[in-house]
């Protein structure tokens, strides 16, 4: 299986393209810069693997350099501004396409605005298959599987700050919080009001935390699978301090690749919590190690199950795309773990 790596020479594309080799398939590393690309190919233990040149403002190349692979994943961000020419190039190639973006706007646009032309081309367009993303949107819905009706769904980045972060996800990630979360209310999206909750327990502990409002994708995609009147996002007010410091000076002062041991100590941690608004809960939860190396295993594992089981096409969610319970399983093997427990009083 060819799976084609565009931004297959940044932090995130480097391990995607190493996850792909792993895992038997043939990487193509495609981007705008062939010396980088060539660089990365060696880091990514692919030295021997295909690397293709094509810019952004090129579409018939970029189309071109999907043609013969079975999936792309787009790996290059921020995505609000680089990623729906890749999406466009891949509709017209005909490949499936998924890709590592946390953008709830972006999600939001292309699940609305990408559907129609894919479904003609007969592919899936899935946005947003990283640890976040992923994991967020799979455990929302099978959460959501235990309250009727929902008054408010949440869902939560519950991981703790340390975990270092590459300059690519500081700099998507200061453009994140500058636009500000949306909340999804009465079937449509808002910006996101004030009265969000102010603390969340952790799971399997009795600590509350101080919790913010933060653009999740998970309110741009639940809401297309789970009926709920609300859907909302939060993440830890420790972690949201360190995003709202990232002024474009700090971004730059950050280093390229992250540090590889704390990379590896971190773990990420998903929460979502339905509520039917007159007492009862559920709340389910999926924690894993490493979030940069399982957001190329997701991506990867996205791929290769839309290129071999691939009967769906259009723009989807993680939870349309796939089973949940059954892609939560295969993470398993990846020491990710998962509980869903309610509805509780
Ligand atoms: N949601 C999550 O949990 C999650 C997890 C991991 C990553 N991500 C996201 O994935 C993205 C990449 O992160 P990263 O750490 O890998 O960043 P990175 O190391 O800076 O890599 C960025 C990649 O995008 C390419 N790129 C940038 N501008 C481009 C342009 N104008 N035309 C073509 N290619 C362009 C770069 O190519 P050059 O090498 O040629 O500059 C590079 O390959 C970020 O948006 C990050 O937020 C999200």
Redesign the pocket.
Known sequence: MRIAVY???????RLTAAEALGRGMTPVLV???EE?LRKAAVEAGAADAEVRVA??DTPAALADAFGDCDAVVN?????TS?GEPVIRAAIAARRHYVD???EQRYINRVLDTMGGAAERAGVAVVPGM????GPGDLIAHLTAERVSPIEELLIADMRPPGGSA????AR?MAAVFADGPLDYVDGSWHPAGSAARTSLAVPGSEEEVPVTGFALPGVATVPRHVTARRVRSVIREDVAAMFRALTSDVVDRIP?TPDEDARRASRWLMVARADDGRGHHAQGWVTGPD??RL?AVIAVEGARRLATGGEQAGALTPAQAFDPADFLGFLGSYEVTWQVTGPAA
């Open positions: 931004g297959a020479s940044g932090f995130t594309g981007g705008r810069d980088r810019g952004l790996c290059a961000g921020p995505f680089w590592t973006t946390g990283a640890d976040d993303g590459s300059r690519g996800t998507t390229e979030g940069y957001t």
